[in-house]
């Protein structure tokens, strides 16, 4: 099982530019992250400062988001929002541009939240046509552009919060480099039944990410049956990275002893 870090959830006790240099600190050979600028088109500057950081880390970017707004307002994307639409077209070739230079492969679109007074379908159209034109983009550098459910008791106005949900907006954008992205603490969070999912459908992950549940923390702080389930995945010949975004219990740099039968993570993390 090979895992990467989500560093703008974990190692937020540093500033962003530290945290990929933390990650391989922690025996980690791939990161992945959320739009971490304001905008959707950052100066060079800025960009080449993200870059240079990961690269001087020796670390690999397994998987970017697309602008998704302001996260910590709530805000969950742009893709269906028609007063954000502008802003998240013109942020597709920026992602993709960064993506490309740094090899990473998988590319997240957030749906966004619903919008008072605009029917859910007029809204699904809208984010079909983004999700075709950013899968194109994606298209050009081979990267996979993907779906993701989230929780609705952490996220209320978010319409996608279950697999189904998600496949039927994958089905209905028709293009093949649009796959799933399988956050298992959401979908458990929802009742889903995670070993069944992925024992029926893990050939559709495009991406996959962890956390436990209650709590979001690192396995082992909740219930979810985390060895069952990667035995799963195995079996299920997933071959794509597992993401960490989880919130740590306790500093991050110590929240990664469940990798390794409570031995603290060296080479052997992502074997």
């Known amino acids: 099982?090979?895992?990467?870090?989500?560093?703008?959830?974990?190692?937020?006790?540093l500033p962003l530019p530290e945290r990929p240099a933390a990650a391989a600190g922690a025996g980690f050979d791939?990161?992945?992250?959320?739009?971490?600028?304001?905008?959707?088109?950052?100066?060079?500057?800025?960009?080449?400062?993200?870059?240079?950081?990961?690269?001087?880390?020796?670390?690999?970017?397994?998987?970017?988001?697309?602008?998704?707004?302001?996260?910590?307002?709530?805000e969950r994307g742009l893709l269906s929002r028609p007063?954000?639409?502008?802003?998240?077209?013109?942020?597709?070739?920026?992602?993709?541009?960064?993506?490309?230079?740094?090899?990473?492969?998988?590319?997240?679109?957030?749906?966004?939240n619903r919008v008072p007074g605009l029917s859910a379908g007029a809204q699904r159209d809208l984010a079909l046509a983004n999700l075709s034109r950013a899968a194109r983009a994606a298209a050009g550098i081979g990267a996979t552009v993907v779906v993701e459910?989230?929780?609705?008791h952490e996220n209320p106005d978010y319409p996608i919060t279950s697999s189904a949900a998600a496949f039927e907006v994958i089905e209905a954008v028709g293009e093949p480099n649009v796959a799933f992205l399988a956050d298992l603490y959401h979908l458990h969070r929802m009742g889903e039944d995670v070993l069944g999912l992925i024992g029926t459908s893990a050939g559709r992950f495009g991406h996959v990410q962890i956390a436990d549940d209650p709590g979001r923390g690192q396995p082992g702080t909740g219930g979810m049956p985390y060895?069952?389930?990667?035995?799963?995945?195995?079996?299920?010949g997933y071959r794509g990275r597992v993401g960490l975004e989880y919130r740590p219990v306790g500093p991050s740099a110590g929240s990664f002893t469940w990798l390794n039968g409570g031995r603290p993570p060296g080479g052997a993390v992502n074997g």
Do not use: K
């Open 1 to 13: 099982m090979r895992f990467d870090v989500n560093i703008s959830v974990l190692f937020t006790e």
């Open 30 to 74: 791939a990161v992945e992250l959320w739009w971490p600028f304001d905008g959707p088109c950052p100066a060079d500057r800025e960009v080449d400062a993200l870059r240079r950081s990961i690269e001087d880390a020796g670390v690999h970017l397994a998987g970017l988001n697309f602008d998704a707004g302001d996260m910590a307002a709530g």
């Open 83 to 112: 007063d954000s639409s502008a802003r998240f077209r013109a942020n597709v070739d920026v992602a993709v541009g960064l993506a490309g230079r740094l090899g990473c492969r998988v590319l997240n679109a957030l749906y966004g």
């Open 149 to 152: 459910a989230l929780n609705s």
């Open 227 to 236: 060895s069952q389930i990667f035995e799963r995945l195995r079996a299920a």
